[in-house]
């Protein structure tokens, strides 16, 4: 077939020769369909070639648009041009002169059918007379085909998204290159079960949907999973339907069909030619072509620490703030590590002697001390399991191929997860102040047999290793943590640390007194006052809550953090920080009482129970009315603008939902367990490892970015919401569309009928419902995607109040579009028609 297609008058009919370009193919641009029985040869002659300075060659087929960023599709190849890929690529053109070279703006490769297996020059692309499109190579080897011979062919297009289709005469699609991605997604396009991204790279990372959600791997063997959400073991209440870039600038997860699980929000300024692409990092990065007639990169963060990415440092490079560093040796005279390059330490580093498995007997377990592997653990991926931590090591120690073990704690016991991987990306500082998970790191190294102080460099490795000692540590967070594994590796989790001479005791009596503290209890008062933890009040966070007395009379609840134990100092620690809040919508803190494992909080019995009982599942006759509901929420504002604004320490509660509001006598509310939040300094945002709070309440900024107390400005909002609608933010006894109430409220808001959502077993709602509509505006204020864009409680404050008012410029769109497909992609036409581009 080549060699027929090389004949001379085949020639002059397929293809345009460049010196004749401008004058015979009338058509320089827009040429985006092909009809049957085409064939074009991979030939310099093709209309519209175009060698980038130094850089990539192309010679489109078709091409789509005559101006502007536009799309096209054909052959490419880089300096040196010797490897062809049969792409689609995004190229600059002009009405005058076809496809222009811009400067520093090489095409950009978005889909490629024949990756990893190159063309050579002369390679032929043939639409058959039946239908398939198959590429051969100049030898004509097969290469690649779309396999649609004899299915009604009629055409092929490419399709101003990008999208390259073959179609039967009533124009439906049998074959469209969104449906087999390669690199990279583009607007309107959506990633399906089983399908995948992968970079371009011998070892590439891949990102891939499956139906339990989005996964993440970095190329190794066998690939390690970096990223999964929602979570590994996560309950799903509905399957995940795909995975897009929405036209309102948004990334979206799907579950079901029209609730975004997760929402990525982009800049929100009108960019026409916008990809997304998987690196070879791991990271996705948005291109958008810009005014600049350049590429921009930006992170689209899957997670939210970079140095959650395995190769941000590089190999052995440990990631700490974006910082890259190399392992550090306990002795000063000898580095088992050096870096790649000293001046670019993202290239991570190497071993100074490197591991041979010839002299096994030399090596070492070097214990990294707070430093951790990938935050994200896929339990599966463990090469041995409940096991302890000598066995871990041992189990390296023994097989060649391992490079380090990495342990990670379950439960409160001190057996665990032990990873022995044999490629070690970049490690994680952990630096955290609540550690959130146990964790330990033994790098593999190799004693260097002319080492210039053997022995001493023996003795230092050695005693560098910890001696191992159990110590507790409560993770003082309410609620789920999103990114975890299991809820128990998660929740339940233990520091460890080198042992201290001394015992125990000692190290206790160590902070029995801090100043300023509230009352501390027994445990034989705490024991006498809830006649031994008879009367159990409920269930939540991280322990059982129990109605007591007082000796006075004082009525009280006692907090009895279950299972795990924590290191005293850094419970007084918390205690500390809680007991001196006082605020009357705030749950007044008693006292504690800190006993060997005993660890209890006594805080202000609070008579009506939790706000959920309330408001979920009422009836006509036992509903709340407006009036309570109003103040109710004027309560919480109260309390969170409190944390939020007038401690001396900024606090971000992280978890409201109505199980963490309670009651008074008179319906007075009162926030609770706000000490079990993470404690943000004034000046700072906290960034976050691992997500927490209740799904149903998470801002969007969790996925995101850094994480402020506008998370719980968001939460207030749907607070809000559930509480004029009396129901719950995530209800699946309703029907399908109504299960997520802020999509519900995004779709009323659209069609102008929000009072169908007010609370309807309550009359009195009902006869509020201008009222209500306000409170609605209030709450949609608190429910911007943006954090920035959120209200500060004190704000709400002075609007409940009525000192203030709701700023007028709220986005009424609280997801982006709805709908993941082509037709709701493109807001903005894909050419640009300003005047400053006419011109040209
Ligand atoms: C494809 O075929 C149609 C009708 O048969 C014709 O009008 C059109 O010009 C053809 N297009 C090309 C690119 O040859
Ligand atoms: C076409 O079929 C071949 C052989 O069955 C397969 O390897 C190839 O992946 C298919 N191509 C496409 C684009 O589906
Ligand atoms: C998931 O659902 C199953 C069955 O509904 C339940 O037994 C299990 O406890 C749930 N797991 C979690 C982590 O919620
Ligand atoms: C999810 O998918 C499975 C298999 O495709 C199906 O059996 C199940 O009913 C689906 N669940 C929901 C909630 O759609
Ligand atoms: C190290 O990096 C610097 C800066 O990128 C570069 O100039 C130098 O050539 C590199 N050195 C080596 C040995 O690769
Ligand atoms: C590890 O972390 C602890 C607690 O933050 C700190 O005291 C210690 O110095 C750290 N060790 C190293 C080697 O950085
Ligand atoms: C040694 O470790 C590698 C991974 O590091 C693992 O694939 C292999 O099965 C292990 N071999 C033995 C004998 O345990
Ligand atoms: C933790 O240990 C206590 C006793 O030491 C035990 O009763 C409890 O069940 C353990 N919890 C877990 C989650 O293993």
Redesign the pocket.
């Known amino acids: 077939m080549a060699t027929m297609a090389r004949k001379p008058i085949l020639l002059l009919l397929l293809l345009c020769p460049a010196f004749l370009a401008a004058v015979l193919c009338s058509d320089i641009g827009d040429y985006p369909t092909a009809n049957l029985s085409t064939l074009w040869l991979n030939h310099p002659g093709l209309r519209n070639s175009v060698t980038y300075f130094g850089r990539s060659t192309i010679r489109p087929l078709l091409l789509h648009g005559i101006f502007g960023p536009t799309f096209a599709f054909g052959f490419i190849c880089t300096d040196p041009c010797k490897a062809f890929f049969l792409s689609i690529y995004i190229v600059y053109t002009n009405s005058a002169s076809g496809i222009t070279r811009v400067f520093d703006s090489p095409p950009q490769v978005v889909w490629s ?1 024949n990756r990893g297996r190159p063309v050579k020059e002369d390679a032929a692309l043939r639409l058959s007379s039946d239908g398939d499109l198959v590429l051969r190579d100049a030898d004509g080897t097969f290469v ?4 649609t011979s004899g299915k009604g062919v009629t055409a092929l297009k490419l399709l101003e998204t990008g999208n390259l289709v073959l179609v039967n005469r009533q124009n439906e699609y049998l ?1 469209e290159s969104f449906d ?1 991605p390669t690199c990279c997604m583009l607007r309107g396009q959506t990633l399906r079960v089983g399908q995948r991204l992968t970079s371009d790279s011998p070892n590439p990372a891949f990102v891939t949907l499956l139906d339990d959600g989005l996964r993440g791997f970095i190329g190794s063997n066998p690939p390690l999973l970096y990223f999964a959400q929602p979570p590994i073991g996560m309950n799903k209440s509905e399957n995940i339907s795909g995975f897009c870039i929405l036209g309102k600038d948004q990334f979206a997860l799907y579950m079901g069909t029209k609730k975004p699980y997760f929402s990525i929000a982009l800049p929100s300024d009108p960019q026409l030619a916008r990809f997304l692409r998987l690196d070879d990092d791991g990271h996705l990065r948005l291109f958008t072509w810009d005014d600049r007639w350049g590429f921009t990169d930006q992170f689209v963060s899957l997670l939210p620490n970079p140095c959650q990415y395995p190769k941000t440092c590089g190999n052995y490079g440990i990631c700490s703030d974006n910082q890259c560093s190399c392992p550090r040796s306990p002795s000063a005279n000898f580095a088992f590590f050096n870096p790649v390059n000293i001046s670019e330490p993202t290239l991570g580093c190497t071993p100074a002697t490197p591991l041979s498995c010839g002299s096994m007997e030399s090596h070492q377990l070097l214990y990294m001390e707070n430093v951790s592997y990938f935050n994200y653990v896929d339990t599966s991926a463990a090469a041995l399991r409940m096991t302890d931590v000598e066995s871990c090591k041992q189990a390296c120690l023994t097989n060649c191929s391992c490079k380090a073990a990495f342990f990670h704690c379950i439960g409160n016991s001190s057996l665990g997860d032990c990873y022995l991987p044999s490629e070690i990306f970049s490690l994680l500082a952990d630096k955290l102040k609540t550690k959130l998970y146990c964790s330990a790191a033994f790098l593999k190294v190799q004693i260097p047999p002319a080492a210039p102080d053997v022995s001493l460099s023996r003795a230092t490795v050695t005693d560098a290793l910890p001696i191992w000692k159990r110590r507790s540590l409560i993770v003082l967070t309410s609620g789920i943590i999103l990114a975890g594994t299991s809820a128990i590796s998660v929740f339940a989790l233990l520091m460890r640390r080198p042992k201290r001479r001394g015992s125990q005791v000692e190290y206790e009596e160590q902070f029995d007194y801090l100043p300023g503290m509230p009352a501390r209890f027994t445990y034989e008062e705490i024991k006498a006052a809830t006649q031994n933890f008879k009367q159990k009040l409920g269930q939540g966070g991280f322990g059982t809550v129990f109605k007591g007395t007082l000796n006075d009379g004082t009525k009280i609840a006692v907090k009895r953090l279950d299972g795990v134990g924590q290191g005293k100092k850094e419970f007084l620690a918390e205690v500390e920080t809680i007991g001196g809040i006082h605020h009357i919508n705030l749950v007044r803190f008693v006292g504690f009482c800190v006993e060997n494992s005993h660890r209890l909080l006594v805080l202000e019995y609070v008579p009506n129970g939790s706000l959920d009982k309330w408001i979920f599942g009422r009836t006509k006759d036992n509903a709340l009315d407006w009036k309570t509901r109003r103040q109710i929420i004027v309560d919480i504002a109260k309390g969170l603008s409190y944390l939020h604004e007038d401690c001396t320490q900024r606090i971000a509660h992280l978890d409201i939902k109505p199980q963490n509001i309670l009651l008074g006598e008179n319906f007075n509310a009162k926030v609770a367990d706000f000490g079990l939040s993470k404690l943000i300094d004034r000046d700072e945002s906290e960034v976050m490892t691992r997500m927490r709070g209740t799904p149903g309440y998470l801002a969007p900024e969790w996925l995101t970015s850094v994480i402020t107390e506008k998370v719980d400005v968001y939460s207030f909002g749907v607070l809000v919401m559930e509480i004029l609608c009396g129901r719950k933010s995530l209800d699946p006894s309703q029907p399908v569309e109504a299960i997520h109430l802020i999509a519900l409220l995004q779709e009323k808001l659209r069609e102008n009928k929000l009072p169908d959502l007010f609370d309807k077993y309550c009359s009195d709602m009902q006869l509020h419902v201008e009222d209500n509509i306000r409170l609605t505006r209030l709450a949609i204020w608190c429910l911007q995607s943006q954090a920035n864009r959120r209200p500060s409680m004190s704000k709400v404050v002075q609007i409940l109040e009525g000192s203030s008012t709701i700023e007028s410029n709220i986005d009424s769109d609280l997801f982006g579009s709805y709908l993941c497909s082509t037709e709701h992609a493109f807001d903005f036409p894909l050419l640009p028609l300003t005047s400053k581009e006419n011109t040209r």
């Not at 690649?144 to 396999?147: Q, R």
């Open positions: 059918a690649w085909s779309t396999n074959w087999h």
